[in-house]
């Protein structure tokens, strides 16, 4: 072979090695390519896998708590992260982060255990800490190595532990930060960038499945809570009421109580005062009685059924609470705790500029092993009627008799019903009395039953007739009936001066077409509507004040006299009683009886004959008793005067004898 030839086939050949090294490179990029693509494809995989177990999972848990375990427990086992546990946000001080008991733990946990007990003693505000910087981003936070970093406050425990790479990502609903999850390894590692993007998918998702979950709790809390005071209501507490009576028909030797709680005068703050004024009352008086729960949380001695000692206060609605006394040892241990209610609201509240003092009238039925749940309940109740009836502000419990007695009401009911269709109620007048002369010059219309042989006094069946209802059908009989009598004594005896003062009730008060009845009825009876002089309390125009002034001005068109009663009772403003088109301030008999013995009483009663002469109105003095009465009455230049020093409420006829002899009272004391 020549020397050229020779050349010639080494160049062929190195050209082919070239070919050859250049396809083994390309071969082997390609199978880089494909490896990486492999892995890469299997990374992804697994994300879709861990980011679909998390989806899945988290959609079947029913709790937050459960959430979060298993997000710490798929990553943890997804990425060799050693340890896991999840902050979540402080629902007593929003701004900060608190440790929870969720953990994930992939090691050993002994080697954790101080780092773990360190934790569960930490809190993080906002840019302090791990967990601390990712509430105040909003984004993950990857740390190579936690010796390096002087805002890892757990540092030299975590050094000690060993622990090297932290990092932790937000649950996010929205753009707020719900909890905190933050994973520790042994082993140094660099930021993984997909690992990153992957937990801020997790995070995203979990939050919307987070923000679910407590929509949904919020939805169940509402559904067994009270809106305006955050305490249990009605359906809460009987649930509760119902496993401690079936508690008790286990285990007879365990007791508990309840107790009704009626707030004294409630109405009458929130006719005067509003609503607004009202619920705020409601929401201070919660957080009062809250503080009389017992704090104890003891256990059941039987240790078959642990039963955890959780005494429940709960509104029913209104001004109305009952409280769950759980585990009691006596009939004692209940009475303490009404007590303590009474304690706490002797003190007053502050609202609106006003000092307003509250009371209760508290029952309380102790449970016995046969008793079912709305039957406490109901025995409670009664005995709250019973502490209300003698007077409020006390505490009293349950007896078989005010079962009797509420069958008792419930049949006067049943009498009024047909006492109304039977026509069985009557009128009394009592004399209204002019202080400069001596003249009588109008009476007030009281009803009476006359039921067989026996004369019922109101006491007795208005406060059932205002509770049923029927208080409207009797109050358009009183007003009818006595608009009838008055026209016919005119026509026999005219007098100038003579009216008749004719009560109101709330309930009718109340009525949209108030204004339509009464116009019936002075149609009906022909009487001039001057000499109608129509009463309502103090604290009915303080319901609503734009309405009451609405009415009011209605019926005054129709040349009615119109009267404020039992004024001094009540919480009304004084910026509104200007507005008012009354003509006469009736002061309550308290203030009147208490003239001679009171200051206090002169004063108030003086400054309500002030405040009327200012507003050009006339003043009737209710429950003159003595003629020492009568005497301070005149001094303070008081208009009228009406009470059982001129006479008791007498039947129609004695009132026609007084007007047929012209009759006028002595107002001066025989020497």
């Given at each position: 072979?020549?020397?050229?030839?020779?050349?010639?086939?080494?160049?062929?050949?190195?050209?082919?090695?070239?070919?050859?090294?250049?396809?083994?490179?390309?071969?082997?990029?390609?199978?880089?390519?494909?490896?990486?693509?492999?892995?890469?494809?299997?990374?992804?995989?697994?994300?879709?896998?861990?980011?679909?177990?998390?989806?899945?999972?988290?959609?079947?848990?029913?709790?937050?708590?459960?959430?979060?375990?298993?997000?710490?427990?798929?990553?943890?086992?997804?990425?060799?992260?050693?340890?896991?546990?999840?902050?979540?946000?402080?629902?007593?001080?929003?701004?900060?982060?608190?440790?929870?008991?969720?953990?994930?733990?992939?090691?050993?946990?002994?080697?954790?255990?101080?780092?773990?007990?360190?934790?569960?003693?930490?809190?993080?505000?906002?840019?302090?800490?791990?967990?601390?910087?990712?509430?105040?981003?909003?984004?993950?936070?990857?740390?190579?190595?936690?010796?390096?970093?002087?805002?890892?406050?757990?540092?030299?425990?975590?050094?000690?532990?060993?622990?090297?790479?932290?990092?932790?990502f937000p649950i996010l609903t929205g753009h707020r930060v719900t909890a905190v999850l933050e994973f520790f390894s042994l082993l140094e590692s660099p930021p993984q960038v997909t690992l990153l993007q992957m937990m801020a998918q997790i995070g995203i998702h979990l939050g919307r499945v987070v923000?679910?979950?407590?929509?949904?709790?919020?939805?169940?809390?509402?559904?067994?809570?009270?809106?305006?005071?955050?305490?249990?209501?009605?359906?809460?507490?009987?649930?509760?009421?119902?496993?401690?009576?079936?508690?008790?028909?286990?285990?007879?030797?365990?007791?508990?109580?309840?107790?009704?709680?009626?707030?004294?005068?409630?109405?009458?703050?929130?006719?005067?005062?509003?609503?607004?004024?009202?619920?705020?009352?409601?929401?201070?008086?919660?957080?009062?009685?809250?503080?009389?729960?017992?704090?104890?949380?003891?256990?059941?001695?039987?240790?078959?059924?642990?039963?955890?000692?959780?005494?429940?206060?709960?509104?029913?609605?209104?001004?109305?609470?009952?409280?769950?006394?759980?585990?009691?040892?006596?009939?004692?241990?209940?009475?303490?705790?009404?007590?303590?209610?009474?304690?706490?609201?002797?003190?007053?509240?502050?609202?609106?500029?006003?000092?307003?003092?509250?009371?209760?009238?508290?029952?309380?039925?102790?449970?016995?092993?046969?008793?079912?749940?709305?039957?406490?309940?109901?025995?409670?109740?009664?005995?709250?009627?019973?502490?209300?009836?003698?007077?409020?502000?006390?505490?009293?419990?349950?007896?078989?008799?005010?079962?009797?007695?509420?069958?008792?009401?419930?049949?006067?009911?049943?009498?009024?019903?047909?006492?109304?269709?039977?026509?069985?109620?009557?009128?009394?007048?009592?004399?209204?009395?002019?202080?400069?002369?001596?003249?009588?010059?109008?009476?007030?219309?009281?009803?009476?039953?006359?039921?067989?042989?026996?004369?019922?006094?109101?006491?007795?069946?208005?406060?059932?007739?205002?509770?049923?209802?029927?208080?409207?059908?009797?109050?358009?009989?009183?007003?009818?009936?006595?608009?009838?009598?008055?026209?016919?004594?005119?026509?026999?005896?005219?007098?100038?001066?003579?009216?008749?003062?004719?009560?109101?009730?709330?309930?009718?008060?109340?009525?949209?077409?108030?204004?339509?009845?009464?116009?019936?009825?002075?149609?009906?009876?022909?009487?001039?509507?001057?000499?109608?002089?129509?009463?309502?309390?103090?604290?009915?125009?303080?319901?609503?004040?734009?309405?009451?002034?609405?009415?009011?001005?209605?019926?005054?068109?129709?040349?009615?006299?119109?009267?404020?009663?039992?004024?001094?009772?009540?919480?009304?403003?004084?910026?509104?009683?200007?507005?008012?088109?009354?003509?006469?301030?009736?002061?309550?008999?308290?203030?009147?009886?208490?003239?001679?013995?009171?200051?206090?009483?002169?004063?108030?009663?003086?400054?309500?004959?002030?405040?009327?002469?200012?507003?050009?109105?006339?003043?009737?003095?209710?429950?003159?008793?003595?003629?020492?009465?009568?005497?301070?009455?005149?001094?303070?230049?008081?208009?009228?005067?009406?009470?059982?020093?001129?006479?008791?409420?007498?039947?129609?006829?004695?009132?026609?004898?007084?007007?047929?002899?012209?009759?006028?009272?002595?107002?001066?004391?025989?020497?």
């Amino acid at each position: 072979m020549t020397l050229h030839a020779t050349a010639s086939h080494d160049m062929s050949l190195k050209r082919l090695e070239k070919r050859l090294e250049r396809e083994r490179l390309a071969r082997l990029e390609a199978e880089a390519i494909a490896e990486r693509g492999l892995r890469e494809l299997y990374e992804k995989q697994q994300q879709l896998q861990l980011l679909e177990a998390i989806a899945v999972a988290a959609n079947q848990a029913n709790k937050l708590n459960d959430i979060l375990q298993l997000a710490l427990s798929k990553i943890c086992q997804f990425s060799a992260w050693q340890l896991g546990h999840a902050y979540i946000i402080d629902p007593k001080q929003p701004h900060r982060l608190k440790p929870s008991m969720i953990w994930h733990c992939s090691g050993r946990e002994s080697v954790f255990e101080a780092f773990q007990e360190l934790t569960h003693r930490t809190y993080f505000e906002q840019g302090i800490g791990l967990p601390g910087r990712v509430f105040a981003s909003g984004q993950a936070t990857w740390i190579v190595n936690i010796a390096d970093d002087s805002n890892f406050v757990r540092q030299a425990c975590g050094i000690a532990t060993g622990i090297k790479t932290a990092c932790a990502f937000p649950i996010l609903t929205g753009h707020r930060v719900t909890a905190v999850l933050e994973f520790f390894s042994l082993l140094e590692s660099p930021p993984q960038v997909t690992l990153l993007q992957m937990m801020a998918q997790i995070g995203i998702h979990l939050g919307r499945v987070v923000e679910r979950q407590l929509a949904e709790e919020r939805l169940l809390y509402d559904a067994f809570h009270d809106p305006l005071t955050g305490l249990p209501n009605r359906a809460l507490f009987l649930d509760r009421l119902k496993r401690a009576a079936a508690h008790k028909r286990r285990y007879p030797n365990y007791q508990f109580a309840v107790l009704f709680i009626d707030l004294d005068r409630f109405k009458v703050v929130n006719d005067s005062l509003g609503h607004f004024v009202g619920d705020s009352l409601i929401h201070q008086i919660a957080k009062r009685l809250l503080t009389t729960l017992r704090n104890e949380d003891m256990l059941s001695v039987n240790s078959q059924d642990i039963y955890h000692l959780k005494d429940t206060l709960a509104r029913l609605g209104g001004d109305e609470f009952t409280l769950l006394l759980d585990d009691l040892r006596g009939s004692s241990d209940a009475m303490r705790v009404a007590e303590r209610i009474q304690h706490v609201l002797n003190e007053p509240f502050i609202l609106e500029n006003q000092t307003i003092y509250i009371a209760a009238s508290i029952g309380i039925a102790l449970a016995h092993a046969d008793i079912d749940a709305d039957d406490l309940i109901r025995n409670a109740d009664l005995a709250m009627y019973r502490a209300k009836s003698l007077g409020g502000k006390r505490s009293e419990f349950f007896d078989q008799s005010m079962h009797t007695l509420a069958i008792n009401r419930l049949l006067i009911e049943n009498d009024l019903r047909l006492g109304i269709l039977q026509q069985q109620f009557i009128l009394h007048y009592q004399p209204i009395v002019c202080l400069a002369s001596g003249q009588l010059v109008g009476v007030e219309a009281l009803i009476r039953w006359q039921k067989a042989e026996k004369l019922v006094f109101p006491n007795d069946f208005i406060p059932i007739a205002e509770e049923s209802g029927l208080i409207i059908s009797l109050d358009l009989w009183v007003m009818a009936e006595a608009c009838r009598t008055v026209k016919r004594w005119l026509a026999t005896h005219p007098v100038s001066t003579m009216t008749v003062s004719i009560n109101l009730s709330a309930r009718l008060f109340a009525l949209e077409n108030l204004a339509s009845h009464i116009q019936h009825i002075l149609a009906e009876t022909g009487i001039n509507p001057q000499l109608v002089r129509l009463e309502i309390t103090e604290s009915m125009t303080m319901q609503d004040t734009e309405r009451a002034i609405h009415v009011l001005k209605a019926l005054k068109t129709m040349g009615l006299n119109l009267s404020i009663d039992d004024f001094g009772t009540g919480y009304s403003s004084l910026s509104y009683l200007h507005r008012f088109p009354a003509d006469t301030l009736k002061i309550d008999r308290s203030f009147v009886l208490g003239l001679n013995e009171s200051h206090e009483s002169q004063q108030i009663v003086a400054s309500i004959i002030s405040l009327a002469r200012n507003l050009n109105m006339k003043v009737i003095a209710e429950g003159t008793e003595t003629l020492a009465h009568v005497q301070q009455l005149q001094q303070l230049q008081c208009d009228f005067a009406q009470g059982y020093y001129f006479s008791k409420p007498v039947p129609a006829q004695a009132i026609e004898h007084l007007l047929s002899s012209q009759h006028t009272y002595h107002l001066i004391s025989p020497v």
